[in-house]
């Protein structure tokens, strides 16, 4: 896996899913070339990220369930707090999903 | 504001994707116009739900559009390439048409001016469905074009698809050039990039398309030249039964273009033979050319108009069909209580608190877990806010 899918969740990703979604349904894009627009943005968002933002966030929270399945860990948190460096907020549940980012490293040599 | 910060990222992800995929569409032959859709779309959708602000997204456009990447600069290379080459097929389709015929000793009068869309027809049934361009027929479309950027010359989605012998150049130069002088071929080995437009223009020295007469005036006679009643020489000399073999001419004239109307085949004063379509001499000959006739004919059924969108349903990029065969016991394997439940109910993107990130370590010690997380976006409270590093605490 060249780069994670895994933003694709996000709502960028998301918004971009469903514009591709509709252009492929009414004929406007081939199914092929909307597969190579993700993967796109799976390298430009992963880029973004890793230089465009320079934020640092602390997590505190109860752990209600943790999960390590295929490189990916899944948390479950109640009551957590996320502090940066403006605001404090806290969430009542928030699940946080994580890929190994060494197998990034790794493939991106 | 964090968002604000947010809003920019998204921002130069969009205009980084966009112009990355640009060479992607261009090898797939779709447009611009279909990426600005893309962009718009996408950017109206980032709107709605408010993950970008329009207040950042104002100023942050022109920006972007002058770094090379989206936006109205792109819409020109279109009609660049668009005008051209809908005046060089119009230059290479009245040639061609004659050049299946030797010239005879009186050049073949130019048919008659047809009304401009069927000038147009002659390319079309010339182009079947050769709609993904080979590199060679980007090329010669860009060579083509007099001063046409070469990097725009990819077809247009508006633009009838280039002919096949474009791109499967020496057979079809071949054959063609058998029935026109071997002369030709000379000139033409000169120089590399004026191949096309020799071919185009066809003329080389032997036949320029302005020699022809371009209008006729109406009522005006044009003899008949292109070999099938070629008696205007008996016509011309014996002058004293013109009469008679008028009317016989004409009978046949008649009878070998199958003019319609009969009645106008005895008693016609001198007209233009008819070459406006349907059953005219023309026809056969693009019939010899292996052209099918009906798309000269209803241009309803043109390559153009049959040219496949495809319908395919979308294959959704993330499959979420095995969510709901996974089978209920190993998911409440793990804990009792209904959040889980919960969280499996709450697909709502605008609902649901998540965070999307990379993770560098994860320990635990008892019940105390540490991790480090990096490159993160989370969606907490239907808002996105970004990390770098984040650093997580949990006791379980």
Redesign the interface.
């Known amino acids: 896996m060249a780069t ?9 990703g ?12 009414s ?12 993967v ?2 799976d ?8 230089h ?17 399945c295929d490189n990916v ?1 899944t ?4 009551d957590a707090t ?1 502090k ?1 460096e ?2 404090t ?1 806290t ?1 009542s ?10 197998l ?1 490293d790794t493939q991106q040599g | 504001m964090s968002s604000g910060n947010v809003s920019t990222v998204y921002i130069s992800v969009i205009d980084d994707v966009i112009s990355k995929v640009r060479d992607d569409f261009i090898s797939y032959g779709v447009g611009d116009a279909v990426l600005n859709e893309l962009q718009a779309l996408w950017e109206m959708k980032m709107l709605h739900c408010g993950a970008i602000s329009g207040n950042i997204e104002r100023p942050k456009a022109p920006a972007a559009a002058s770094g090379g990447t989206p936006g109205a600069g792109a819409t020109p290379p279109v009609h660049d390439l668009n005008v051209p080459y809908e005046a060089t097929s119009e230059e290479y389709a009245t040639p061609t048409a004659d050049m299946l015929f030797p010239p005879t000793p009186l050049q073949t009068p130019i048919q008659t001016p047809l009304p401009g869309t069927d000038a147009g027809m002659y390319n079309i049934p010339t182009g079947p469905s050769d709609y993904a361009p080979s590199p060679i027929s980007d090329m010669r479309n860009g060579m083509a074009m007099n001063g046409a950027d070469p990097k725009t010359g990819r077809p247009s989605p508006y633009m009838p698809p280039p002919s096949p012998w474009m791109s499967q150049r020496p057979l079809g130069v071949d054959v063609n050039v058998a029935y026109v002088e071997n002369r030709e071929d000379p000139e033409r080995t000169g120089q590399p990039s004026e191949l096309t437009k020799d071919f185009l223009m066809m003329s080389s020295g032997k036949r320029k398309r302005d020699e022809y007469p371009g209008q006729l005036p109406s009522g005006s006679f044009v003899p008949q030249q292109d070999g099938s009643a070629d008696q205007i020489v008996e016509f011309v000399v014996s002058k004293d039964n013109a009469q008679q073999l008028w009317s016989s001419i004409v009978n046949k004239q008649g009878t070998a273009t199958k003019a319609p109307s009969s009645t106008k085949g005895t008693t016609v004063a001198p007209t233009i033979p008819q070459r406006d379509g349907i059953q005219d001499e023309y026809n056969d000959q693009f019939y010899f050319q292996g052209v099918p006739t009906e798309d000269y004919n209803t241009p309803g059924e043109s390559s153009e108009y049959r040219a496949p969108t495809p319908a395919v349903a979308t294959p959704k990029p993330r499959s979420d069909v095995g969510d709901d065969d996974e089978p209920p016991l190993n998911e409440d394997d793990d804990d009792d209580d209904e959040l889980d439940d919960l969280d499996q109910g709450e697909d709502e993107p605008n609902t649901q608190h998540l965070v999307l990130a990379q993770f560098d370590k994860v320990t635990r010690t008892k019940n105390r877990w540490k991790c480090t997380l990096k490159d993160g976006i989370m969606h907490l409270n239907g808002r996105d806010v970004l990390f770098n590093k984040a650093t997580g605490e949990f006791d379980f």
């Open positions: 994670f899918e895994l933003y694709r969740r996000s709502t960028i998301m918004c971009l899913t469903e514009t591709l979604d509709d252009m492929v349904s004929g406007a894009l081939s199914p092929e070339l909307a597969i190579q627009v993700l796109q943005f390298k430009s968002m992963t880029s973004a990220l890793e465009e933002v320079k934020s640092k966030v602390s997590v505190k929270g109860h752990l209600h369930t943790y999960r390590f860990w948390f479950i948190l109640t996320f940066n403006e605001t907020e969430i549940k928030v699940k946080i999903v994580a890929c190994d980012s060494k990034l």
